[in-house]
């Protein structure tokens, strides 16, 4: 073979030995050593080529090779174009950006510029908005300071050290004083396809603008600086003038000689870069783009979209208001000074002049193409249980109001940088704020929930090699040893913090149960994939020990098969720690107050078992719970109507026959009960909301189409498998309960017929049901 994967044996266990760090582990019968053997892994071309025709399902791709979907970061869902294409729809579609264009021709024009730069856009916009982000329990967006800066930054044309500073604690709550040029009236924006009128600006200031500088990429959170202005066409070399170098003021642009008119004009795709060119000039001042930021901000909830923009922020600029202010900037910079005939043109040349987020973007691409590698995989799982528990107990710091323990807050990580001390190896705090953006997964949902503004666990690894990537000094090819050393030196500090931190507060319940969580999942993922499998899930679950720490701190649970597919939302077959976690606390949230219940629950089994064998009959055991003393006791203690029946019912459906139960099998019927009526409940919900949104008349009933058309469908099926309750058969219900034959059926019908339903134990369906003429289904 030409090539060969060379590994040199124990070479890395040779090194943690003589560093005290693990034992040295060696054949210990000389006369076997020689048994060791270690041969190079063939290449996979080569085993192709041997194979040729007889390998009859195809290529092979992969033995048993490192690959992204089997590592510790495989459910971070990696930047693609498919997801910035959704993300960009979603803020086309909230944001005002269609009223711009006065033609579908101009608007495509419009939508097209601004998606080839939106990977871009969004790498900017996370970027300043977390650099001045102080944590928040409001929903918060890009206020204008940051704003402001992000455009001076990549405009050009205004001295970025003179409006803001150095980007520290006064720069994120002042703006400086600059010279501009003599007052004039404020700028008169019309509307789209309109010209705008623009007053006549006064002389220039005696005090030049600074030309726009020619920057490198960036190299540090420090110093953010963007790439040179790339032209689309034609290819222009970039500016030489040193940065801050005064030049003279820029001489009126001339307007292009108009076309012969031909109604509406095509907008042109090619677009002109001049060299040099800036944002800010003396007809484009600052207050000028102030107010666009005004203008863009803002907006009003439509009565259709109050739960889309529940998490919209109270400050700034929400992510497709900022696309509406560029465009804003762009019609007035180039448009309206006749630069540009459409808008369209005129936001493709002031995207292709800023490259805002140039830069950002390209870091965020090498921390993934850095960190997702078979060689920091194996890193991240040597320090699999100190990370752990690093983030079990940050996630539960400075979090949003319901939301604790969801993931770690932007406050949690800050808090983390500074407990380990990362500015002691060259993290500085702009860069810590700046690796939490690189870290975040690109979503959709940034306007319905808090969610983006917390890190998974996924999303936990990946910010700690960002911000390994953006330290001082960093060198690319020593990547691998600078995440080793940062881990090995951070995360001894970090355990330190950890038990201080504990050690101040006496530990919650839920403290407890997160620290047991992480532990089980610790010992139980024994080939350290991130997930539990069902093997290992078994094998965790069955141990006295594991079971006795559960019940101790409310969790009671016998069928741990049925738990494993209870945790597993998303139905992976995988259980990962952040399911884990959020299905003992679920579980935990639902027994609360259950306690004294089941305390009194084992005191009438003990009362009916008067020979203290552990078995008692089914049937002598519920005409005790009949008693009006027992029943009075159990309404007492939190017990709805009918609930002791429910949980006697349950016990005879699980006996198969069998006449005696013991005590931890009606304390587990009793617990599968509550937890069934909790499902019922957050089903009973979300079908009564779909009802509202399918009432547009608000008469308070829906026909056999409008039942069709909101019921049948994936959306409603996913959502109550989540519950793990059955899905309705919605056409045999509707004409079930439609008796008076008026196609017509009231909430409190449907939802008598559900609840019946699901008594029943109706079927598992598609959800995809199909009209029919003749329906089977028996009356619920």
Request: negative net charge; proline residues 6%.
């Given at each position: 073979?030409?090539?060969a994967?060379?590994?040199?044996?124990?070479?890395?266990?040779?090194?943690?030995f003589e560093?005290?760090k693990?034992?040295?582990?060696?054949l210990?019968d000389?006369?076997?050593?020689?048994?060791?053997?270690v041969?190079?892994?063939?290449?996979?071309?080569?085993?192709?080529?041997?194979l040729?025709?007889?390998?009859?399902g195809?290529?092979?791709?992969?033995?048993?090779?490192?690959s992204?979907d089997k590592?510790?970061f495989?459910?971070?869902?990696?930047?693609t174009p498919?997801?910035?294409?959704?993300c960009f729809d979603?803020d086309?579609?909230?944001?005002?950006?269609?009223?711009?264009?006065?033609?579908?021709q101009?608007?495509?024009?419009l939508r097209?510029?601004?998606?080839?730069?939106?990977?871009?856009?969004?790498?900017?916009?996370?970027h300043f908005?977390?650099k001045?982000?102080?944590?928040?329990?409001?929903?918060?967006g890009?206020?204008?300071?940051?704003?402001?800066e992000?455009?001076?930054?990549?405009?050009g044309?205004?001295?970025?050290?003179?409006?803001?500073?150095g980007?520290?604690k006064s720069?994120?709550?002042?703006?400086?004083?600059?010279?501009?040029?003599?007052?004039?009236?404020?700028?008169?924006?019309?509307?789209?396809?309109t010209?705008?009128t623009r007053?006549s600006?006064?002389?220039p200031?005696p005090?030049?603008?600074?030309?726009?500088?020619?920057?490198?990429?960036?190299?540090?959170?420090?110093?953010?600086?963007?790439?040179p202005a790339?032209?689309?066409?034609?290819?222009v070399?970039p500016?030489t003038?040193?940065p801050l170098?005064?030049?003279?003021?820029?001489?009126?642009?001339?307007?292009?000689?108009?076309?012969?008119p031909?109604?509406?004009p095509k907008?042109?795709?090619?677009?002109?870069v001049e060299q040099?060119?800036?944002?800010?000039?003396p007809?484009?001042h600052?207050?000028?783009?102030?107010?666009?930021?005004?203008?863009?901000?803002?907006y009003e909830?439509?009565?259709?979209?109050?739960?889309?923009l529940?998490?919209?922020p109270?400050?700034?600029l929400?992510?497709?208001?900022?696309?509406?202010?560029?465009?804003?900037v762009?019609?007035?910079?180039f448009m309206d000074?006749?630069?540009?005939?459409?808008i369209?043109?005129?936001?493709?040349?002031?995207?292709?002049?800023?490259?805002?987020?140039?830069?950002?973007?390209?870091?965020?691409r090498?921390?993934?193409?850095?960190?997702f590698?078979?060689?920091?995989?194996r890193?991240?799982?040597?320090?699999?249980?100190?990370?752990?528990?690093?983030?079990m107990?940050?996630?539960?710091?400075?979090?949003?109001?319901?939301?604790s323990?969801?993931?770690?807050?932007?406050?949690?990580?800050s808090?983390?940088?500074r407990?380990?001390?990362?500015?002691?190896?060259g993290?500085?705090?702009a860069?810590?704020a700046?690796?939490?953006?690189?870290?975040?997964e690109v979503?959709?949902?940034?306007?319905?929930s808090?969610?983006?503004?917390e890190l998974s666990?996924?999303?936990?690894?990946?910010?700690l090699?960002?911000a390994?990537?953006?330290?001082?000094?960093?060198?690319?090819?020593?990547?691998?040893?600078?995440?080793t050393?940062f881990?090995?030196?951070?995360?001894?500090k970090?355990q330190?913090?950890i038990?201080?931190?504990k050690?101040?507060?006496e530990?919650?319940q839920?403290d407890?149960?997160?620290?047991?969580a992480?532990?089980?999942?610790?010992?139980a993922?024994d080939?350290h994939s991130?997930h539990?499998n069902?093997?290992e899930?078994r094998?965790?679950?069955g141990?006295?020990h594991v079971q006795?720490?559960l019940?101790?701190?409310?969790?009671?649970s016998?069928?741990?098969?049925a738990?494993?597919?209870?945790?597993?939302?998303d139905?992976?077959?995988?259980?990962?720690?952040q399911?884990?976690?959020?299905g003992?606390?679920?579980?935990?949230?639902?027994?609360?107050?259950a306690e004294?219940?089941?305390?009194?629950?084992r005191?009438v089994?003990?009362?009916?078992?008067?020979?203290?064998?552990?078995?008692?009959?089914?049937?002598?055991?519920g005409?005790?719970?009949?008693?009006?003393?027992?029943s009075?006791?159990?309404?007492a203690?939190g017990?709805?109507?009918?609930e002791?029946?429910?949980?006697?019912e349950?016990?005879a459906?699980n006996g198969?026959g069998?006449i005696?139960?013991?005590?931890?099998?009606?304390i587990n019927?009793f617990?599968?009960t509550?937890?069934?009526?909790?499902?019922?409940s957050?089903?009973?919900k979300?079908i009564?909301?779909?009802?509202?949104?399918g009432?547009?008349?608000?008469?308070?009933?829906?026909?056999?189409a409008?039942?069709?058309a909101?019921?049948?469908?994936?959306?409603?099926?996913?959502k109550l498998?989540?519950f793990?309750?059955?899905?309705?058969?919605?056409l045999?219900i509707?004409d079930?309960?439609?008796l008076?034959?008026d196609k017509?059926v009231?909430?409190k019908?449907?939802?008598q017929?559900?609840?019946?339903?699901?008594k029943?134990?109706?079927g598992?369906?598609?959800?995809?049901?199909?009209d029919?003429?003749?329906?089977?289904t028996?009356q619920?």
């Amino acid at each position: 073979a030409r090539e060969a994967n060379v590994m040199q044996t124990g070479l890395m266990g040779q090194d943690r030995f003589e560093h005290g760090k693990a034992a040295l582990v060696v054949l210990e019968d000389p006369s076997r050593r020689s048994e060791l053997k270690v041969l190079p892994r063939p290449k996979i071309e080569d085993i192709n080529d041997l194979l040729g025709e007889d390998n009859g399902g195809g290529p092979i791709s992969s033995m048993t090779g490192w690959s992204f979907d089997k590592s510790c970061f495989s459910r971070f869902a990696r930047d693609t174009p498919q997801l910035y294409n959704l993300c960009f729809d979603v803020d086309w579609g909230f944001s005002r950006l269609p009223a711009q264009a006065p033609d579908a021709q101009t608007q495509a024009a419009l939508r097209e510029a601004l998606r080839e730069s939106f990977p871009m856009i969004l790498a900017g916009y996370h970027h300043f908005f977390f650099k001045h982000y102080t944590f928040s329990r409001n929903h918060a967006g890009l206020n204008l300071i940051p704003y402001s800066e992000l455009l001076v930054t990549y405009g050009g044309g205004l001295d970025v050290q003179v409006l803001f500073g150095g980007g520290g604690k006064s720069a994120a709550n002042t703006r400086k004083p600059v010279e501009r040029p003599a007052a004039r009236k404020p700028t008169k924006i019309g509307r789209a396809g309109t010209a705008a009128t623009r007053v006549s600006p006064a002389p220039p200031s005696p005090s030049p603008i600074p030309a726009r500088p020619a920057t490198s990429a960036l190299v540090s959170a420090e110093t953010p600086m963007h790439s040179p202005a790339v032209p689309v066409t034609p290819p222009v070399t970039p500016p030489t003038t040193p940065p801050l170098a005064p030049s003279a003021p820029a001489a009126p642009s001339t307007p292009a000689p108009k076309a012969a008119p031909s109604p509406p004009p095509k907008p042109s795709s090619a677009v002109t870069v001049e060299q040099g060119e800036v944002l800010y000039t003396p007809t484009f001042h600052l207050s000028d783009s102030d107010t666009f930021f005004v203008a863009s901000a803002v907006y009003e909830k439509g009565k259709g979209k109050r739960k889309e923009l529940a998490a919209m922020p109270e400050r700034g600029l929400a992510r497709f208001q900022f696309l509406e202010a560029l465009v804003r900037v762009a019609r007035s910079r180039f448009m309206d000074q006749g630069n540009c005939q459409d808008i369209g043109s005129a936001t493709k040349r002031l995207l292709a002049m800023m490259q805002i987020g140039k830069d950002w973007l390209e870091i965020r691409r090498s921390v993934q193409r850095l960190l997702f590698t078979e060689e920091c995989d194996r890193i991240y799982r040597e320090y699999t249980r100190q990370l752990s528990a690093v983030y079990m107990v940050y996630r539960t710091l400075h979090s949003y109001p319901g939301r604790s323990g969801w993931g770690i807050t932007f406050g949690g990580w800050s808090e983390l940088m500074r407990d380990i001390g990362a500015a002691e190896v060259g993290i500085s705090a702009a860069s810590a704020a700046a690796a939490f953006a690189l870290g975040k997964e690109v979503r959709s949902d940034e306007y319905s929930s808090a969610r983006h503004m917390e890190l998974s666990w996924y999303e936990f690894l990946v910010c700690l090699g960002a911000a390994v990537r953006l330290k001082a000094g960093f060198i690319e090819e020593l990547f691998t040893d600078a995440l080793t050393d940062f881990f090995g030196d951070r995360l001894c500090k970090a355990q330190g913090v950890i038990r201080q931190k504990k050690s101040e507060r006496e530990p919650s319940q839920y403290d407890l149960l997160l620290d047991l969580a992480s532990r089980i999942f610790a010992d139980a993922d024994d080939d350290h994939s991130g997930h539990l499998n069902m093997r290992e899930w078994r094998r965790a679950f069955g141990k006295p020990h594991v079971q006795q720490e559960l019940r101790k701190l409310g969790i009671y649970s016998d069928d741990f098969v049925a738990l494993f597919y209870q945790f597993d939302v998303d139905n992976s077959g995988e259980i990962a720690l952040q399911e884990l976690c959020q299905g003992l606390v679920n579980m935990r949230a639902t027994m609360q107050g259950a306690e004294r219940a089941m305390a009194y629950f084992r005191k009438v089994f003990a009362e009916v078992d008067s020979e203290g064998s552990g078995w008692v009959d089914l049937a002598k055991l519920g005409r005790s719970f009949k008693s009006e003393e027992v029943s009075q006791r159990l309404a007492a203690l939190g017990l709805r109507p009918g609930e002791a029946e429910s949980v006697l019912e349950e016990l005879a459906r699980n006996g198969s026959g069998n006449i005696s139960v013991t005590s931890d099998q009606l304390i587990n019927a009793f617990v599968d009960t509550r937890q069934r009526a909790v499902w019922e409940s957050q089903g009973i919900k979300f079908i009564q909301s779909i009802f509202a949104d399918g009432d547009f008349d608000n008469s308070g009933m829906l026909d056999r189409a409008q039942v069709q058309a909101w019921f049948c469908n994936d959306r409603v099926v996913q959502k109550l498998q989540v519950f793990h309750m059955p899905v309705p058969d919605w056409l045999g219900i509707f004409d079930a309960l439609d008796l008076d034959e008026d196609k017509r059926v009231l909430w409190k019908q449907l939802e008598q017929g559900v609840i019946e339903f699901w008594k029943q134990g109706g079927g598992q369906r598609d959800g995809n049901c199909e009209d029919r003429d003749d329906t089977t289904t028996p009356q619920p």
